[in-house]
C-alpha cells in the first residue's frame, strides 16, 4: 500500500538544493567586491541579505531609493535593472556592456566575475582644498 523509497533518490532534492546554494553564494561574493571597488565597504554586506541587495544595487548605480518601486511593475523593470547594471559597471570603470550582459541568463555569471573582479578600484577623491579668504593688509 505504501511506497517508500529509500536509497538512490535519497539525495534527489539535496544535489539541486546545493547548486542553487553555490550560485547564490557565488553572485552575492561578487555583488559585494562590487560594492567594496566602487567604495561602499560599509554597506557592502548587504549583498548577502535578499532585496536589500537591491538597494545595494541602487547605491552602486547612485539612483535613488524609490527607484525599487519602479522594479515592482513588469516590463519596466527590465528597463530599471539594466539602467542600474549599466550604471554599476561605469562605477566599476568596467565596459557598461558587462553591465547589460547581467541580464542574460548564463552570461551573467561571467559578467558578475569580470565586474567583481577586473578593472582599478576607484580611488577615494581627496578633500578639495578651499582656499583661504585674503586677509586685507594692515596700512601703518
Avoid at 68 to 79: D, M
Avoid at 89 to 111: D, K, Q
Avoid at 118 to 129: A, I
Wanted: hydrophobic share 50%.
Amino acid at each position: 500500500m505504501y511506497d517508500y523509497q529509500t536509497g538512490s533518490d535519497a539525495g534527489f532534492g539535496t544535489i539541486p538544493l546545493l547548486i542553487l546554494l553555490g550560485v547564490y553564494v557565488y553572485f552575492a561574493y561578487c555583488h559585494m567586491r562590487m560594492a567594496q571597488k566602487i567604495g561602499l565597504s560599509d554597506c557592502a554586506w548587504w549583498a548577502w541579505i535578499p532585496i536589500l541587495n537591491t538597494f545595494l544595487l541602487f547605491k552602486m548605480a547612485g539612483k535613488p531609493w524609490w527607484w525599487f518601486f519602479l522594479c515592482l511593475v513588469p516590463l519596466v523593470n527590465i528597463v530599471i535593472f539594466a539602467v542600474l547594471w549599466y550604471k554599476a559597471a561605469e562605477a566599476c570603470r568596467v565596459s557598461p556592456v558587462w553591465g547589460i550582459l547581467m541580464l542574460i541568463p548564463l552570461l551573467n555569471f561571467i559578467a558578475a566575475g569580470i565586474l567583481a573582479f577586473t578593472g582599478e578600484p576607484s580611488r577615494p577623491t581627496p578633500p578639495q582644498q578651499t582656499p583661504q579668504p585674503r586677509q586685507p593688509a594692515s596700512v601703518g
